[in-house]
């Protein structure tokens, strides 16, 4: 069964950490760009954060940049979110999605992912 599972989300305070994982199974992630997206209550899901299948390019949302960092680890088979300095507009359902082929770039386009998960909530409040 293909599969990709999000864990790592919760409820944290106003400047905290928190680190997401995506870990796929029954398939390998090598061979394709991964993303993370959000989505609000009442807002659109939006791109957070690319990396490409090779891992040599990344791509933020502007409100993340110098917050958020994407890596990944092959051995693992697993994509990271590591975010710091959260704020309460970070409040979302996180999703990460990859593509079906190599990516030299990874666009944050969610049309461009036909695979996702089932998400994990991130809550940042005091």
């Known amino acids: 069964q293909l599969q990709l599972v999000e864990s790592g989300g919760g409820l944290v305070q106003p400047g905290g950490s928190l680190q997401l994982s995506c870990t796929a199974s029954?398939?390998?992630?090598?061979?394709?760009?991964i993303a993370w997206f959000r989505q609000a209550p009442g807002k659109e899901r939006e791109g957070v954060s690319c990396?490409?299948?090779?891992?040599?390019?990344?791509a933020y949302l502007d409100d993340v940049k110098g917050r958020f960092t994407i890596a990944r680890d092959y051995t693992k088979n697993t994509v990271y979110l590591q975010m710091t300095n959260l704020k309460p507009e970070d409040t979302a359902t996180y999703y990460c999605?990859?593509?079906?082929?190599?990516?030299?770039?990874?666009?944050?386009?969610?049309?461009?992912?036909?695979?996702w998960g089932q998400g994990t909530q991130v809550t940042v409040s005091s």
């Open positions: 029954g398939f390998s992630l090598g061979a394709s760009a």
């Open positions: 999605a990859t593509t079906n082929s190599f990516y030299q770039y990874c666009p944050l386009l969610s049309s461009e992912y036909p695979n």
């Open positions: 990396i490409s299948t090779s891992g040599s390019n990344t």
